[in-house]
């Protein structure tokens, strides 16, 4: 899940991840499988927090928190999708 706004998104996200801001995320809980793994990532690892902090609170029980974020992401040269 990437918790960043549709503009950074859209400049470049993991291939499969799904947009939902965190400022939205709360509202979308319904959208997502609290019994799978969920890892959460934003710019340099934040907002990620926060979001892995609102999801375990929701009950989900496999949430990670992707260190470094997209920053992290693109220094080790992982593939990137824009759109």
Not at 37 to 66: P, W
Request: with cysteine; proline share 5%; glycine share 14%.
């Amino acid at each position: 899940v990437d918790v960043r706004e549709p503009h950074e998104f859209a400049a470049g996200h993991i291939p499969g991840a799904r947009l939902i801001p965190l400022g939205r995320l709360r509202e979308r809980l319904g959208d997502l499988d609290a019994a799978g793994e969920t890892v959460v990532v934003c710019h340099i690892g934040q907002r990620s927090a926060q979001g892995a902090d609102i999801l375990r609170a929701a009950g989900f029980k496999r949430v990670y928190n992707m260190r470094g974020g997209m920053v992290a992401w693109l220094n080790n040269r992982l593939p990137v999708e824009k759109g």
